[in-house]
């Protein structure tokens, strides 16, 4: 199968056109750039469009224009950007709208800078955006995870009607690696037969969420939440490394996944039972990971933020297994020696690094 | 006897939900009559505001989408793009517009965008209860102008279809009222136009049109009219601010 060196913007980019995605709205913002400019060279030949907005809140509202005729659609931004975008995410799980909407996460607040950061974790999965809704959030460790997600992300997106978040980082965008150009997944998903596109032959139809009673309010509001609720139930993904003898666990998403698994190794080679879970979906978390772990002793998060994941990991043990988090701030990268040497202080274990 | 007039079978039997006087019901008419005459009620998609004319996704007999305040043309712009072939309308309020909204109104004509827009100005913020909008006229007393707006504290109104009328991409750019018969019979021409010139592909076109707000003035609905005449007809130009050669030979 074709492979080629791409960065890893670049291979969402390209997996968003083989999985069908008609049109692009966005706007420029590091590190994220490389997706708007490798869509504008290659969208156009496979007879797509991209437009760019005149801002992050523009793009994400043609997408909700876009994806209300039922067009496959796509914007993609960095942290500041994907802060003007909340009113929109916000819209987009109201009137349930299908979109994927690519996080590229550089360290905040504010301005902050471009080194890769996990720093979004709360933003995109605690919803970013006003009022009671959830978005699936996923999260590719690797450059053919960023292709392979993104495909991934399409599916889930019309299969829920519901906007679906890729957060990566930005050393997982800029850095090149050899991208298998797989075909599109063939996946049974709803026809789509609420689009608004004229209605030819059929009674008109509205695409809008809002309510003039709390009753129907309400109504409104348990739909979405029930669909939540089955999301939560069934799209919960994750990946076990060296889980099955495991009396310690990382857990660690993304970039630092990478490196957990690096760090895992490491402490194997010392006789450390170590074992890795990373997060593929971050909502929903994938507590069921965490059902069964009789033999773990202490857990630590590997995060690129100051501890924010760690509050999951936490809920998901209840409280039964002791959590510890080690953490890089500032676009900062963690070192698998760092890792151990964490995991020994907190866990008063015995490691050489 | 002869049938001589009827209601559009652009808009649905659904309820106005407006307030005794405002003029918002005549501007549907107007753009629902059109559609109708242009038989374009299939082929067409509108997007609604935020607003008091926010419910009207209920009242055209067309597809209607509605997002967030102010966004509507930037959802216009992705429904066009997806749909180049159907028609797409916005219908706005003047704060949905030219208030929060303002940057998509600038490039939806920079780009010549191929949907038409409909301003309604009653120079009020209607829905929220009658605050300042950036088209309330020097002196006017609004709940957050309460001592008449101060054009040197605030600044003065906005006249938008001027703006837009700088823009290259904004083909035809036209401003009515329907204060009035002929002045109701005026802007049917303009909203006419405007979908004419959407059709045949020239670029972005924009009506906007005077409207009252009897509840919010403080006024009934026929005072609300004469001080439409006399405080917002001079400061607001009416008339066809910008036709293209192009437009002129449709």
Known sequence: MRRQLLKGNEAIAEAAIRSGCKLFFGYPITPSTEIIEYLSRNLPKAG????????????INMCYGAAATGARVMTASSSPGYSLKQEGMSYLAAAELPVVVVNINRNGPGLGGLGPSQGDYFQCTKGGGHGDYRTIVLAPSKGQEMYDYTMKAFDLADK??????????????????PIEFKERPSVELPEKDWVTTGCIGRPKRKISMYNLTNEAGEEISLKLQAKFNKMKDLEQQWENYCTDDAEYLL????????????????ARQQGIKLG???PITLWPFPEKAF???????????????????????????????????????????????SVLKKLAEVFQLEVRV | MEKVFSKTKGLTDVPFTYCPGCTHGIIHRLIAEVLEEMDLLENTIGVAPVGCSG?????????????????????ATGIKRAMPERTVFTYQGDGDIAAIGTSHAIHVAARGEKITSIMVNNAVFGMTGGQMAPTTIGGQVTTTSPYGRDCALAGPPIDLPKTIAT????????????????NVAQ??????????????????????????CPTNWGLSPVDSLNWLRKNMMPVYQLGELKATEEVNAL
Request: positive net charge.
């Open chain 1, 48 to 59: 797509g469009a991209v437009l760019q907005g005149e801002d992050e809140i523009a793009s």
């Open chain 1, 160 to 177: 829920y009607r519901t906007p679906v978040v890729i957060l990566a980082d930005g050393m997982l965008g800029q850095t090149m690696e």
């Open chain 1, 251 to 266: 857990v660690g998403y993304g970039t630092c996944g990478r490196v957990g698994k690096s760090a895992v190794q490491l």
């Open chain 1, 276 to 278: 890795l879970i990373r």
């Open chain 1, 291 to 337: 059902i069964s772990l009789p033999k773990i002793k202490g857990i630590l998060t590997v995060e690129l933020n100051a501890g924010q994941m760690v509050e999951d990991v936490k809920l998901a043990v209840k409280c039964s297994i002791p959590v510890q988090s080690h953490t890089r701030v500032g676009g900062m990268l963690l070192s698998e020696n």
């Open chain 2, 55 to 75: 419910f009207l996704l209920d009242m055209f007999s067309c597809d209607f989408v509605g997002g967030p305040h102010g966004r509507a043309q930037a959802v």
């Open chain 2, 167 to 182: 823009l290259e991409g904004a083909v035809y750019v036209a401003a009515g009222s329907v204060d009035s018969p002929k």
């Open chain 2, 187 to 212: 802007t049917k021409k303009m909203i006419k136009k405007a979908f004419q010139v959407q059709q045949k592909g020239l670029g972005f076109s924009f009506v906007s049109i005077l409207s009252t």
